[in-house]
């Protein structure tokens, strides 16, 4: 059982910056965020494995994102600059434990979910 713990979001204006975090109580293979506007499906945002360092975004946050991740405290960051009012969304951390075939860019291999994190960006 890992719990994910998130903090951060809030309300800003355009073109503003929020960072949130997620601490994880223990080990995982990668850990990402996901974000859900009202009316509409949960959507991928960034993911970073934790054996390659390697990061993906989706293409409507790519250069204003920056997912990153303190191993030694197991917490994954989401600094997000530059942001729209689209951007608006609860944000939820999540952490893959077990490896799996389905895609990382969806909620599909995904294990454990934070307790979401409202970010509200306004025109």
């Known amino acids: 059982q890992v719990q994910l713990v998130e903090s951060g979001g809030g309300l800003v204006q355009a073109g503003g910056s929020l960072t949130l975090s997620c601490a994880a109580s223990?080990?995982?293979?990668?850990m990402g965020w996901f974000r859900q506007a009202p009316g509409k499906k949960r959507e991928f945002v960034a993911v970073?494995?934790?054996?390659?360092?390697?990061?993906y975004y989706a293409n409507s946050v790519q250069g204003r994102f920056a997912i990153s991740r303190d191993n030694a405290v197991n917490t994954v960051y989401l600094q997000m600059n530059s942001l729209k009012p689209e951007d608006t969304a609860v944000y939820y951390c999540?952490?893959?434990?077990?490896?799996?075939?389905?895609?990382?860019?969806?909620?599909?291999?995904?294990?454990?979910w934070g307790q979401g994190a409202q970010v509200t960006v306004s025109s």
């Open positions: 970073t494995r934790w054996n390659t360092n390697n990061t």
């Open positions: 999540a952490a893959q434990v077990v490896w799996s075939s389905a895609s990382m860019f969806s909620p599909a291999p995904y294990n454990y």
């Open positions: 223990g080990r995982t293979i990668s």
